[in-house]
């Protein structure tokens, strides 16, 4: 996984398993599936904005922006 969604890949996974939980648990938490964590966690590129930022929420992280350097 590289690029930006490698990134929110690994740290929505290092997160969750930082707090102990498991996919299931997260989803749960999410209010989300099992598969849609699985998904996010697997870097998928096109997974619901709005899920994704729900799911970011319930680990404590959030999505930011910012002018690349060019």
Do not use: H, W, Y
Not at 19 to 42: I, N
């Amino acid at each position: 996984m590289a690029g930006p969604t490698g990134s929110i890949a690994r740290q929505v996974r290092d997160r969750r398993r930082s707090l102990l939980l498991t996919q299931a648990d997260l989803a749960a938490l999410a209010g989300c599936s099992q598969r849609f964590v699985r998904a996010v966690e697997s870097g998928k590129t096109t997974v619901r904005f709005d899920k994704l930022v729900t799911l970011l929420d319930a680990v404590g992280l959030e999505l930011v922006t910012r002018l690349r350097d060019r």
